[in-house]
């Protein structure tokens, strides 16, 4: 069960998407996928790479906790293949992250802090609303617990995810996405 949550910076999110829609019907759409993405001023958890409009590195886009957090969070109900019985997860859309920096490509290929790596279909972010989990049942996540970010299927609402070669897809401790 996939639920909306009301994001950190609620107003200030409310208003950029009120902006998106606004732009997208007048046809400045593009104008504000250009924005740019501030630096980050925590620790960096997540650079995505590859084909993108917006980077903010020589590497491509970082992200630390709060520029991530502030892209709105949703929450997610599903079982996994390593854990007992539903778990809730929170964290921000894959496709969301995907959208804000003008990724285009066929092939999310993401790598683990520890070298794990694993390729997801691009259409998948959007196709199964892909989750970047930093929380699961209401404990952020450390790198000792799949932290400090943790790809998340909607499994539980999806019979066919449940199929062995989705659980490849579970990068944890994820650290970098590579679009091609």
Sequence with gaps: MLVKTAPVAGWVAAARLLL?????????????ALDPLPAPTGPVILTVAGDLEVTNSDEGAD?????????????LVTTTAWTDGPQTFRGVALQTVL???????????ATALNDFR???PYEEAAKYNVLLASEMNGEEMSVRDRGPLWIVYPRSDFSELQA???N?????????????
């Design 118 to 120: 694993t390729s997801i």
């Design 99 to 109: 959208d804000r920096v003008g990724a285009k490509g066929t092939t999310i290929k």
């Design 164 to 166: 062995p070669e989705y």
């Design 20 to 32: 998106i829609a606004a732009a997208t019907i007048l046809g400045l759409g593009q104008a504000l």
């Design 168 to 180: 490849d897809r579970w990068a944890w401790q994820l650290r970098t996405l590579e679009i091609e």
């Design 63 to 75: 992200f630390d906790r709060e520029m991530l957090y502030a892209l709105g969070l949703t929450d």
